[in-house]
């Protein structure tokens, strides 16, 4: 769709391969319209959902006469309310997600493929979809909408988005966590260069606030292969610090730090009941998705 | 290392610091790219940080090692060279086995051998640096204190080498190049060889044993290491042997005599052995008391032939005499051309025999054959002096005139008689009781008992005689006391005595009264013949006749010797053997309760010296040891008046085995020798070659070249342990960036693989 739909993050033939997919809302959530996913708001619906003793006032229309007939009491039948979902993308915008080993995505740029494509998928299936960038604060937020027009916004944004300054995602996440009062699905997308125990901390911000949380773990392969060979000095992304390292001699111990890194974030929302998925920029992200969405729609 | 080697050596090791400004080089070449973080970088770094440093040192290292290795290789460092430039103080040490064995006193083309081991000592000795130590060992001849000295000092080297000589002893050259490696294993100098200047015959090398291979693990299975350190030391073997002249030996003169009396004949066989190239005629000399006996005739030797030649002679008086074989003439070597014995003849016993009366017919006589065996001609040069008396001269003879008594066929002696013998007995005096009709047992032993039990070496039982009827008509001798003196060389051929049938005899009780059988019956081993010491002389009892009315043993070839020997022996004049080779003790053992306290000796150089004797354990009384036999000749002991003991003489002679011309096989030494290095110098007079070969010594560019390679070999092992997987995954995968994972990248990414999938824990 970037020539056709003429928004550079939003590719036909990702679309085409995600587009029989959608993101369902596992628990409920709270949203103004009917929509795939269930409510917490009980009312005359499809689903059943419970019996209430009829009160003066209620549409007859709704009695049980079948538990009439067996209990000679008077109950209404209530019905689940289907809604629609309210969903905030959270895209890290800061420094480290600028990289790239090989010079075709930055890490960034997934992303906002990424959140292009879920954006999409969400509007076409009547959800309100909302977007936030940030680095050591939020530069942009936008607020849930269902509408086309609410859409070409995002990807408008999108497109002028540039990498920012040094990373402070929890402290930023926490703030957001106070933000949204109803209950929602908040997508992180990012590289989660923060400390594991204080990001932890404001995923389960988000959780107790009843916000269902899916984290795409952003990184370049690069970041976790170290396919370095010669003598390298490298300069942060984010502090411009220098170090200059013999990459044969200290790959192993990187690998082996970077594999408990990632390790702990997986562990850790799985504790919370969060998705977590690692999105290797090597990895193409629609296949990435597609399969993470159908393995979410299985379960 | 001679000088145009050292600054090329040092020039070559100067590339020892490639390794170094190559490192100090690729430190600069770092590429500089961004990174998304440096988190994990920086603690990487910090824990690889150690690990890294000495990984880079030991490769750097390794690197410069392999570097200063070919640098040595180049420059042909050789061993010597090597150990000069790690050594201290003496730059080499020195010993000298200079072998002056009787061999080496062999004239080759005119020189002896021994003049050309000094020449080339003299080499050495001048090749040796000031500061060089150098020790001499001597194979023979008189000790010096110099002696396997080590010492930079030439002082004492000089004086010992100058004083040495031939000497007339066998070489011992593997117990001499023992000592010296042990001389040279306590010097801490770099350099150390051992020189043997020797004619390599091969005896002299009996001692040297194979050394034992070390074991895998590498233990030295007994070996200490500094007897390890000490075989490695090398051994130059300076062969002075050439074309000998013609040479003879005497080997040896074998001695036999019925008995070694003045006026019987004695015979002398002497072996000569041709050691020379060629063909000889020798003749050969026998001189006794330096007064000629004989002479051989002309002896045609062929090489390696023996001959032998019997000289017949007889001593004209008793004593002790001096006897020596030589050969006529000059050859190579004139050591081995004489050959010197002694004999100890005896002077003439007196001995009485005593018989109950005299017979007018001589034969009708008891003592006839006895008269006839210790007397057998009137000759005054016989050793024994037999003087017939009669029992009743007994009473009335001074007994103390004779060496032994026989008492033939003699009633039981009066008590006064009888005391008189026993006090013959006690003051050592001998008395031989021989039986017959007269010698009433009950009449003996009460004659015995009388004297204390002093006069009989047995009491005496009843008299037996042979009987038809009983299925035996005589006894057979069935055993001789083979450990006897006297007796010893009569037990061989048996037919000897066992020929001899009794008839009759007088039965002894010898186990009761202890005393020594000499003989026995072939019945239940009854005693024939048996002696008892009593005092300081000793009494014998044969239990038969001495005439043939009780046995035939007077009829006998063996009755003359037996009784010959047995007065000898008695007497105290046994023949012994005194012979030693030159170089070994003489050891002189007295068995006298009056043993010598001083003993006289005299050596061929005719000084008089007095060595006192001494207990030792193994012998019963006093022993007189000497060790100064370092001349041939003869060597005369007197022991100190009044001690009853007889002078003696001991011939002392060189080895016979120094005339061997067999040599030592220089692949059989090397064998033998091994793991020491073993050079053999073939020519004495000039020793350049040796000295510039062990100067050169073993270039060692090999085992550099192999040192260099093992290390490139590790550091390569090295330098991919720390650095493997990088390189593997370029070549795998391609340059870094493409999309393709190689197989590490897969396994580790495995985990990763499955998150990115949804965790299957996040439920709802």
């Known amino acids: ?299 | 290392m001679t000088p145009p080697e050292f600054p090329l050596f040092l020039l070559a090791a100067l590339a020892a610091a490639i390794p170094v400004i190559l490192h100090m080089i690729s430190r600069q070449r770092a590429k500089h790219l961004p990174f998304s973080t440096l988190r994990f970088l920086r603690v990487s770094v910090e824990k690889t940080r150690r690990r890294r440093r000495i990984q880079d040192v030991l490769l750097m290292l390794l690197r410069a090692a392999a570097l200063v290795l070919i640098a040595m290789g180049l420059s042909e460092i050789k061993v010597t060279q090597l150990s000069a430039l790690l050594g201290r103080g003496a730059a080499s040490a020195v010993a000298i086995v200079l072998d002056n064995s009787a061999s080496m006193a062999l004239a080759d083309k005119g020189r002896p051998r021994f003049e050309t081991a000094r020449g080339a000592v003299n080499q050495i000795l001048r090749e040796l640096g000031p500061n060089d130590q150098a020790a001499l060992f001597l194979t023979g001849g008189p000790p010096f204190d110099e002696q396997g000295r080590l010492e930079a000092s030439r002082d004492g080297f000089l004086r010992m080498f100058n004083q040495c000589a031939v000497s007339n002893e066998r070489a011992d050259l593997a117990m001499r190049v023992e000592q010296a490696r042990k001389a040279l294993a306590a010097s801490g100098a770099p350099n150390k060889v051992i020189y043997v200047i020797t004619d390599v015959q091969k005896h002299c090398w009996d001692g040297l044993k194979k050394t034992p291979e070390e074991p895998a693990d590498g233990s030295t299975d007994g070996q200490t290491q500094e007897e390890a350190k000490a075989r490695k030391i090398p051994v130059v073997i300076v062969d002075c042997a050439r074309e000998p002249e013609p040479n003879a030996a005497i080997q040896k003169v074998d001695l036999e005599a019925a008995v070694p009396v003045a006026g019987v004949p004695v015979k002398a066989t002497v072996e000569v052995f041709n050691a020379g190239p060629g063909a000889q005629q020798r003749l050969v000399e026998l001189y006794v008391d330096d007064k000629q006996k004989g002479t051989s005739p002309v002896l045609a030797m062929e090489p390696g032939a023996r001959k032998t030649h019997a000289f017949q002679f007889s001593f004209e008086s008793g004593g002790l005499h001096r006897c020596e074989a030589r050969l006529v003439g000059q050859d190579g070597s004139p050591l081995d051309d004489r050959r010197f014995f002694t004999m100890e003849v005896n002077q003439r016993i007196p001995v009485a025999i005593v018989t109950p009366h005299r017979h007018e017919i001589p034969y009708l006589d008891e003592s006839f054959y006895l008269q006839q065996a210790l007397m057998p001609a009137n000759s005054p040069n016989w050793a024994i002096r037999g003087s017939v008396l009669t029992a009743k001269d007994l009473a009335t003879a001074k007994l103390q005139d004779y060496a032994v008594i026989y008492c033939v066929n003699l009633p039981a002696p009066e008590a006064d008689v009888a005391e008189k013998l026993r006090q013959y007995v006690e003051g050592g005096g001998h008395v031989f009781w021989i039986c017959g009709e007269n010698v009433q047992p009950d009449a003996y032993n009460a004659m015995d008992q009388k004297a204390q039990g002093r006069l009989l070496p047995a009491p005496l039982r009843e008299v037996r005689t042979a009987k038809a009827a009983e299925g035996r008509d005589s006894w057979h001798i069935r055993y001789l006391d083979e450990k006897h003196r006297a007796l010893a060389p009569l037990v061989k051929p048996d037919p000897l005595y066992q020929s001899a049938l009794i008839y009759k005899y007088v039965r002894m009780d010898a186990k009761a009264a202890g005393a020594s059988v000499l003989a026995r019956l072939d019945e239940a081993g009854e005693p024939l013949l048996a002696q008892r010491k009593i005092g300081r002389g000793s009494v014998i009892m044969l239990g038969t006749g001495a005439h043939v009315g009780w046995t035939n043993l007077p009829l006998k070839t063996i009755f003359l010797p037996l009784l010959v020997r047995m007065t000898f022996e008695l007497a105290g004049t046994e023949q012994a053997e005194r012979m030693a080779l030159a170089g070994s003790p003489l050891v002189l053992p007295f068995d006298d309760e009056r043993n010598p306290l001083r003993v006289a000796v005299v050596p061929p150089s005719g000084t008089l010296y007095e060595l006192k004797t001494k207990a030792e354990p193994g012998h019963p009384g006093q022993v007189l040891t000497y060790t100064d036999t370092y001349d041939v000749g003869f060597y005369t002991m007197r022991p100190s008046a009044g001690t009853g003991a007889n002078q003696v003489a001991f011939a002392v002679n060189v080895d016979p085995s120094e005339a061997d011309p067999t040599k030592a096989e220089p692949e059989d030494l090397r064998g033998r020798f091994a793991p020491t290095d073993v050079l053999f110098a073939d020519n004495p007079e000039d020793l350049s070659d040796t000295f510039k070969m062990l100067h050169e010594g073993t270039n060692l560019w090999g085992y550099f070249l192999w040192a260099v390679l093992i290390l490139l070999v590790f550091e390569t092992f090295v330098s991919n342990w720390l650095s493997p997987k990088a390189a593997e995954d370029q070549q795998q995968n391609g340059p870094p960036g493409m999309r393709r994972m190689g197989t590490r990248s897969r396994s580790r990414l495995g985990n990763y693989s499955k998150t990115s999938e949804v965790s299957k824990t996040s439920k709802v």
């Open chain 1, 1 to 299: 769709m970037s020539r056709d739909s003429g928004y550079r993050y939003l590719e036909p033939a990702a679309l085409a391969r995600v587009k029989n997919l959608a993101l369902v809302a596992r628990g409920v959530v709270e949203g103004s319209i009917s929509g795939l996913h269930a409510s917490p708001y009980k009312g005359f619906s499809v689903e059943f959902a419970e019996h209430r003793e009829y009160t003066a006032g209620d549409d007859p229309r709704h009695l049980d006469y079948k538990m009439l007939a067996r209990t000679e009491r008077l109950y209404i039948k209530q019905y689940e309310e289907e809604t629609n979902m309210r969903v905030q993308i959270l895209l890290d915008t800061s420094g480290s997600m600028g990289y790239s080993y090989d010079g075709r995505f930055t890490k960034l740029q997934y992303g906002s493929y990424l959140t292009a494509i879920l954006s999409y998928l969400m509007t076409r299936q009547q959800d309100a979809v909302g977007l936030t960038t940030f680095d050591t604060e939020i530069r942009l937020d936008m607020p849930a909408r269902t509408s086309p027009r609410h859409f070409n916004e995002m990807m408008r944004q999108l497109e002028a988005i540039e990498p920012g300054q040094q990373t402070g995602i929890a402290e930023t996440l926490h703030k957001l966590a106070n933000r949204f009062n109803r209950r929602c699905l908040i997508v992180l997308v990012s590289d989660l260069y923060d400390e594991p125990d204080e990001l932890m901390r404001a995923l389960h911000h988000f959780r107790h606030r009843r916000h269902e949380v899916i984290v795409f773990h952003v990184l370049d392969k690069a970041e976790i292969d170290f396919p370095f060979r010669a003598l390298v000095a490298f300069h942060d992304l984010e502090t411009n610090e220098r170090i200059q390292v013999d990459p044969a001699s200290i790959r192993d111990v990187y690998v082996e730090q970077v594999e408990q890194f990632i390790e702990t974030y997986r562990r850790g929302c799985a504790e919370s009941h969060i998705d977590y998925v690692l999105a290797d920029t090597s990895t193409p992200y629609d296949f990435m998705l597609s399969r993470y969405l159908a393995t979410r729609n299985r379960l």
